[in-house]
């Protein structure tokens, strides 16, 4: 219950940030994923940093956290397609060099917020222009 009411406090906040810059329809749902995701990202760290303390008891509490939270979330998508969205941005935007990493990222965020791990889509994303 805790951890239900840490994500609906965090989106009120970023909510209530949104509506007094004059957007009333409050935040759009890819930033509830992203938010969602950086969650998620920082369980993972204080776990890993609990653990490597030997705080085990905590460490379950946060691995008991993002467990919560992932039944918020879309299912993330499997690195191959992950791969052909990449190739179908890259094509979309006319991205040919490592200088159009931002726009082909940015896409990849818009569209599919918290289905696609973005660090690991950043290393994809480099890779295919790259190359």
Same mark, same amino acid.
């Given at each position: 219950?805790?951890?239900i009411r ?9 909510? $209530?940030?949104?509506? &007094? ?10 930033? +509830? ?9 920082? /369980?993972? %760290?204080?776990? #890993? ?5 030997? /705080?085990?008891?905590? &460490?379950? /509490?946060?691995?008991?956290? +993002?467990?919560? $939270? #992932? ?17 179908? $941005?890259?094509? #979309? ?13 940015? %896409? ?19 890779? /295919?222009?790259?190359?």
């Open positions: 219950m805790s951890t840490l994500i609906t406090a965090a989106m009120k906040d970023r909510d $209530i940030a949104v509506r &007094a810059q004059g957007n009333m329809d409050g935040i759009p749902d890819a930033e +509830i994923l992203s938010m969602m995701q950086s969650m998620i990202k920082q /369980r993972q %760290e204080s776990s #890993k940093t609990y653990a490597d303390a030997g /705080r085990d008891d905590l &460490a379950e /509490r946060e691995i008991d956290e +993002i467990a919560v $939270i #992932k039944q918020f979330m879309p299912a993330q998508l499997e690195d191959d397609e992950v791969t052909k969205i990449i190739d179908g $941005i890259v094509t #979309k935007v006319g991205a040919s060099s490592i200088k159009d990493m931002g726009k082909v990222m940015a %896409e990849l965020k818009n569209d599919y917020a918290g289905q696609v791990d973005m660090a690991k889509a950043g290393g994809l994303v480099k890779q /295919r222009l790259a190359g």
